[in-house]
C-alpha cells in the first residue's frame, strides 16, 4: 500500500502542532481584547458564493466538485468570503459588526516553501464601518498579535491602491483602465521579479519600457509615514485616497503602533481590495513572504446585494507564523513541560500524585520511567525534549520540597511542593 500523501498535504507533526496551538490561543485571547466575535464558516460553499470575490479563474486555484445531489461545491479557499457572506445574510445586525474566525482552509496552488494545499488561516474582519479607524483597528489587532507570539522584528508595509491609481492616471496621463490595471499588476510582482522580466512580460501588455521605470521609481516610495505623507504631498497625490494616509499615520501613533512603513509598492489582490492595504513581514526571514495581509475590500459585500456594508480586515498563515516563531524561539518550549523524576522506588507513587497535580494545572507533565535510576530518567527527560524536571527524593520531601532542574541551563533549584504549579506557570 502506498502510505504517501497527496501532493501539498502533510501531517501537522507534534511539534508543530504546539506552535499552532499557541498562534489559536494567541489570537483568540487577542481578538476577544478587541472585542471581535469569534465564529467560523462552513468548509463547503455553493461554487457561486466562492467565484463572487475572483470570479470563474477560480476555479483553477480551488478544489471544487459536484455533490451527491448534482450541485456545484468547493472548499473554502479563505475564510473571508464565507464571514461576509455569513454577514450580508444576516441584515438584523447592527453595524459595526467585528468578526474573527480561524480555521483550515484549500488551495489548489503549486506547493513550495511555506505554501501547501491545505493550510491554517486566523481571520478578522470589520463590516459597515466606512472610517480610516476600521482599518487602523485591525492593524492595531496584528501588530499586538505579532507582539505577543514573540515576534520583534517585523513590519507593517502599508499601500493604498487609490494613491497608485491616482500617480497612473494623473502623473503618468495613462487614461486606459486595461492599461492601468496591467501597472498595477507589475507593482503586485515587484517583489518576485526582475526589472527585465516585467518588461519582458508587460511590454506587449501596453506597459513600455519607459512607463515600467517611471512607475518602478514611483514603487520604491517607501519609508516611514511622516517622510512618505510629505513626498506624496509633494506629488500632489496626498488626496488622491481623501488624505486617508495622513489619518492612518495619526492613528496609529495615537495607537502606539511601531514598525510602521507606507510602501507604494503594496497594492495587493487587484480584483478585490478597494483602498488601504497592508501586508506583515518578518525582517528577519523575508523568505517567508508576508505572514499577514489584508485592506479594505468594499466591493464584495456589494456582490452579495450589501452595498451599505463596507469592509475592511485581515488574515494571517499559521503555518508561515509558525516557521517564524519556531526560529525566533531556537527550538525553546512554548510552554512548561514537566518530567518529574523520583530517586527510589518507595518514592513513585508521590511522583505519580505530583504528576497529577501538574496536569490538573494545565501544564503538560510526565511520570519518570518506572524501575529507572535517576540518571536514566534524566536522560530520558533529555532525549524527549522536556524543559524542565522535578525531582523527588526523600530528604526534600521530608522538608516539604522538591529539587526543579532547568533542562536548558542545567541550573537547580529548590521548590515548595504546594508552589510548584505557580513556580513553572511563571516559567
Same mark, same amino acid.
Given at each position: 500500500?502506498?502510505?504517501?500523501?497527496?501532493?501539498?498535504?502533510?501531517?501537522?507533526?507534534?511539534?508543530?502542532?504546539?506552535?499552532?496551538?499557541?498562534?489559536?490561543?494567541?489570537?483568540?485571547?487577542?481578538?476577544?481584547?478587541?472585542?471581535?466575535?469569534?465564529?467560523?464558516?462552513?468548509?463547503?460553499?455553493?461554487?457561486?458564493?466562492?467565484?463572487?470575490?475572483?470570479?470563474?479563474?477560480?476555479?483553477?486555484?480551488?478544489?471544487?466538485?459536484?455533490?451527491?445531489?448534482?450541485?456545484?461545491?468547493?472548499?473554502?479557499?479563505?475564510?473571508?468570503?464565507?464571514?461576509?457572506?455569513?454577514?450580508?445574510?444576516?441584515?438584523?445586525?447592527?453595524?459595526?459588526?467585528?468578526?474573527?474566525?480561524?480555521?483550515?482552509?484549500?488551495?489548489?496552488?503549486?506547493?513550495?516553501?511555506?505554501?501547501?494545499?491545505?493550510?491554517?488561516?486566523?481571520?478578522?474582519?470589520?463590516?459597515?464601518?466606512?472610517?480610516?479607524?476600521?482599518?487602523?483597528?485591525?492593524?492595531?489587532?496584528?501588530?499586538? /498579535?505579532?507582539?505577543?507570539?514573540?515576534?520583534?522584528?517585523?513590519?507593517?508595509?502599508?499601500?493604498?491602491?487609490?494613491?497608485?491609481?491616482?500617480?497612473?492616471?494623473?502623473?503618468?496621463?495613462?487614461?486606459?483602465?486595461?492599461?492601468?490595471?496591467?501597472?498595477?499588476?507589475?507593482?503586485?510582482?515587484?517583489?518576485?521579479?526582475?526589472?527585465?522580466?516585467?518588461?519582458?512580460?508587460?511590454?506587449?501588455?501596453?506597459?513600455?519600457?519607459?512607463?515600467?521605470?517611471?512607475?518602478?521609481?514611483?514603487?520604491?516610495?517607501?519609508?516611514?509615514?511622516?517622510?512618505?505623507?510629505?513626498?506624496?504631498?509633494?506629488?500632489?497625490?496626498?488626496?488622491?485616497?481623501?488624505?486617508?494616509?495622513?489619518?492612518?499615520?495619526?492613528?496609529?501613533?495615537?495607537? =502606539?503602533?511601531?514598525?510602521?512603513?507606507?510602501?507604494?509598492?503594496?497594492?495587493?489582490?487587484?480584483?478585490?481590495?478597494?483602498?488601504?492595504?497592508?501586508?506583515?513581514?518578518?525582517?528577519?526571514?523575508?523568505?517567508?513572504?508576508?505572514?499577514?495581509?489584508?485592506?479594505?475590500?468594499?466591493?464584495?459585500?456589494?456582490? /452579495?446585494?450589501?452595498?451599505?456594508?463596507?469592509?475592511?480586515?485581515?488574515?494571517?498563515?499559521?503555518?508561515?507564523?509558525?516557521?517564524?516563531?519556531?526560529?525566533?524561539?531556537?527550538?525553546?518550549?512554548?510552554?512548561?513541560?514537566?518530567?518529574?523524576?523520583?530517586?527510589?522506588?518507595?518514592?513513585?507513587?508521590?511522583?505519580?500524585?505530583?504528576?497529577?497535580?501538574?496536569?490538573?494545572?494545565?501544564?503538560?507533565?510526565?511520570? =519518570?520511567?518506572?524501575?529507572?535510576?535517576?540518571?536514566?530518567?534524566?536522560?530520558?527527560?533529555?532525549?524527549?525534549? /522536556?524543559?524542565?524536571?522535578?525531582?523527588?527524593?526523600?530528604?526534600?520531601?521530608?522538608?516539604?520540597?522538591?529539587?526543579?532542574?532547568?533542562?536548558?541551563?542545567?541550573?537547580?533549584?529548590?521548590?515548595?511542593?504546594?508552589?510548584?504549579?505557580?513556580?513553572?506557570?511563571?516559567?
Amino acid at each position: 500500500m502506498d502510505l504517501s500523501q497527496p501532493r501539498g498535504i502533510r501531517d501537522i507533526e507534534p511539534d508543530e502542532f504546539d506552535l499552532h496551538l499557541k498562534i489559536r490561543r494567541t489570537f483568540e485571547e487577542i481578538a476577544r481584547a478587541y472585542n471581535f466575535k469569534l465564529m467560523e464558516p462552513g468548509p463547503l460553499e455553493n461554487l457561486s458564493i466562492l467565484r463572487a470575490k475572483s470570479g470563474s479563474q477560480v476555479d483553477d486555484q480551488i478544489y471544487s466538485f459536484k455533490d451527491k445531489g448534482d450541485r456545484d461545491i468547493g472548499l473554502r479557499f479563505d475564510l473571508t468570503v464565507g464571514m461576509t457572506r455569513n454577514v450580508s445574510a444576516n441584515k438584523a445586525l447592527k453595524p459595526p459588526v467585528k468578526l474573527a474566525s480561524y480555521g483550515g482552509v484549500w488551495r489548489y496552488d503549486e506547493p513550495q516553501h511555506a505554501r501547501y494545499r491545505w493550510f491554517y488561516q486566523w481571520d478578522v474582519e470589520v463590516f459597515g464601518d466606512q472610517s480610516v479607524e476600521a482599518d487602523a483597528e485591525v492593524m492595531d489587532l496584528s501588530y499586538n /498579535f505579532f507582539k505577543k507570539v514573540g515576534l520583534q522584528n517585523f513590519s507593517l508595509q502599508v499601500g493604498d491602491r487609490r494613491v497608485v491609481e491616482g500617480y497612473i492616471r494623473q502623473a503618468m496621463g495613462v487614461a486606459s483602465e486595461e492599461t492601468m490595471m496591467e501597472m498595477m499588476r507589475v507593482l503586485d510582482k515587484v517583489q518576485k521579479k526582475t526589472e527585465a522580466e516585467l518588461a519582458e512580460e508587460y511590454g506587449p501588455k501596453g506597459v513600455g519600457r519607459e512607463a515600467l521605470a517611471e512607475l518602478l521609481r514611483f514603487g520604491r516610495t517607501k519609508g516611514s509615514p511622516d517622510e512618505v505623507c510629505k513626498r506624496l504631498e509633494e506629488l500632489r497625490l496626498a488626496s488622491a485616497a481623501g488624505g486617508e494616509l495622513v489619518a492612518l499615520r495619526d492613528s496609529l501613533k495615537s495607537r =502606539g503602533i511601531q514598525n510602521v512603513e507606507y510602501n507604494m509598492s503594496i497594492v495587493r489582490g487587484l480584483d478585490y481590495y478597494t483602498g488601504i492595504v497592508f501586508e506583515v513581514v518578518d525582517r528577519d526571514h523575508p523568505d517567508l513572504g508576508s505572514l499577514c495581509g489584508g485592506g479594505r475590500y468594499d466591493v464584495l459585500p456589494k456582490l /452579495f446585494g450589501r452595498p451599505d456594508l463596507p469592509a475592511t480586515g485581515a488574515a494571517g498563515g499559521v503555518e508561515r507564523i509558525a516557521l517564524s516563531m519556531g526560529r525566533a524561539a531556537g527550538g525553546a518550549d512554548l510552554e512548561p513541560s514537566v518530567y518529574v523524576a523520583y530517586t527510589e522506588p518507595g518514592l513513585a507513587e508521590k511522583a505519580l500524585s505530583t504528576v497529577s497535580s501538574l496536569r490538573g494545572g494545565g501544564i503538560r507533565s510526565e511520570l =519518570g520511567a518506572r524501575g529507572k535510576s535517576l540518571g536514566k530518567q534524566l536522560e530520558d527527560a533529555s532525549s524527549r525534549d /522536556f524543559a524542565w524536571v522535578v525531582i523527588i527524593g526523600k530528604r526534600e520531601l521530608d522538608s516539604g520540597q522538591l529539587v526543579l532542574r532547568n533542562m536548558r541551563s542545567r541550573e537547580e533549584e529548590k521548590v515548595p511542593i504546594d508552589g510548584l504549579l505557580a513556580r513553572l506557570t511563571k516559567a
